[in-house]
């Protein structure tokens, strides 16, 4: 029975004999209705909303819902959403205590020390946002304060960032974290 429908619509398609009460759709369209006159290459239709519609055979097609009936769908499931691997690892920690940036830090002195670090952070800071990383955590540890002006210096000269010491006191925090916007 199936088979008779489809040679049906075949048939339809390359003879395009309307008649009345046919359901039809246009093509390219999101228009349909039920034919209620043919006038030589012009088919009149009514659609759902009592409008009338005229079109050329040529840019109708027939609707059989008998065709669908019998196919079973089936639902996929909905692809999740992807995270770079990036984002699944912790934050990118960065130490700048001098004895673990080089290897004979009694050597320096240090104005040579605080430049070395400074560079450190920069290059870190540059890193970060060419790998689109999120968070950065800047460990300077906790001292006289000069290591900490200075990362708090470079911090607020930078922009598209944010930070924050991880403690509540300032003074008492021995890293600032800090995240890229």
Not at 11 to 24: A, C, F, L, P, R
Not at 58 to 73: A, G, M, P
Not at 116 to 134: D, H, V
Not at 155 to 164: A, M, P, V, W
Request: glycine letters at 6%.
């Amino acid at each position: 029975m199936r088979r008779s429908k489809i040679c049906r619509l075949l048939n339809w398609e390359k003879n395009k004999e309307v008649k009345i009460k046919d359901q039809v759709s246009v093509i390219d369209e999101n228009l349909s209705g039920t034919v209620t006159s043919v006038h030589g290459n012009r088919v009149v239709f009514i659609d759902d909303y009592g409008f009338t519609h005229s079109f050329r055979k040529d840019q109708l097609v027939l609707r059989e819902h008998s065709l669908y009936e019998n196919l079973q769908l089936q639902k996929k499931p909905e692809p999740g959403k992807t995270k770079s691997k990036k984002h699944h690892k912790k934050h990118f920690v960065l130490d700048l205590h001098f004895g673990k940036m080089v290897t004979h830090p009694e050597r320096y002195e240090s104005f040579e020390r605080l430049f070395i670090q400074k560079e450190k952070l920069l290059e870190t800071i540059a890193y970060c946002r060419k790998n689109n990383l999120k968070k950065l955590e800047i460990i300077h540890g906790i001292g006289d304060g000069t290591l900490q002006q200075m990362v708090q210096e470079v911090l607020i000269s930078q922009t598209g960032l944010d930070f924050r010491n991880t403690a509540i006191l300032h003074h008492q925090s021995g890293s600032v974290m800090v995240e890229f916007i």
